[in-house]
T-cell receptor, first 109, second 111 residues
Framework: QKEVEQDPGPLSVPEGAIVSLNCTYSNSAFQYFMWYRQYSRKGPELLMY????GNKEDGRFTAQVDKSSKYISLFIRDSQPSDSATYLC?????????FGAGTTVTVRA | DGGITQSPKYLFRKEGQNVTLSCEQN?????MYWYRQDPGQGLRLIYYSQIVNDFQKGDIAEGYSVSREKKESFPLTVTSAQKNPTAFYLC??????????FGPGTRLTVL
């Protein structure tokens, strides 16, 4: 079983829609959760970083962690064409990050 | 201007050839990492180094080698023993290990 599972999509939404991205993880010991955004042929950039359960908001982006169900989510409000990218969830344990496969999102103008 | 640089951006390798990918950072981070990214598989850890002159194997180290002689530099050699080296290679660094920052990547293609 993979440590982090993520639906690869792709996901296509109209401009202004809410984008909802989800991952599940297997190890209840995971405490740190991240979302990275990766534009085509570029390196990933850290978008959101959360510790333990709860919500974290940063502008149009909200990250949620539900440790009871081992579920992490990213919501993008008022989506823009510039949000078109691949979004990778990740968890941190010991020395390493474990990544989901990434979900490719296209926001249509 | 702080950051992580990787070179070259594109690299072509012939069968049986060793190639070395460069990774340099001026963020003063102690830890550095190498990942491989294949379509539909996310990122997989090849090697990591938490301090100069020390490094450990990640999940898919076979066919790869690294060195960490300087804090700023963590080169990755893809050897001829790596049977399927075509991939996008990403270097990262971090100051507290959980928050990792990535370079722009090197795309390696085997001819």
């Amino acid at each position: 079983q993979k440590e982090v599972e993520q639906d690869p999509g792709p996901l296509s939404v109209p401009e202004g829609a809410i984008v909802s991205l989800n991952c599940t993880y297997s190890n209840s010991a995971f405490q740190y959760f991240m979302w990275y955004r990766q534009y085509s042929r570029k390196g990933p950039e850290l978008l959101m970083y959360t510790y333990s359960s709860g919500n974290k908001e940063d502008g149009r982006f909200t990250a949620q962690v539900d440790k009871s169900s081992k579920y992490i989510s990213l919501f993008i409000r008022d989506s823009q064409p510039s949000d078109s990218a691949t979004y990778l969830c990740a968890t941190y344990n010991d020395y390493k990050l474990s990544f989901g496969a990434g979900t490719t999102v296209t926001v249509r103008a | 201007d702080g950051g992580i640089t990787q070179s070259p951006k594109y690299l072509f390798r012939k069968e049986g050839q060793n190639v070395t990918l460069s990774c340099e950072q001026n963020l003063n981070h102690d830890a550095m990492y190498w990942y491989r990214q294949d379509p539909g598989q996310g990122l997989r850890l090849i090697y990591y180094s938490q301090i100069v002159n020390d490094f450990q194997k990640g999940d898919i180290a076979e066919g790869y080698s690294v060195s960490r002689e300087k804090k700023e530099s963590f080169p990755l050699t893809v050897t001829s023993a790596q049977k399927n080296p075509t991939a996008f290679y990403l270097c990262a660094s971090s100051i507290d290990q959980s928050e990792q920052f990535f370079g722009p990547g090197t795309r390696l293609t085997v001819l």
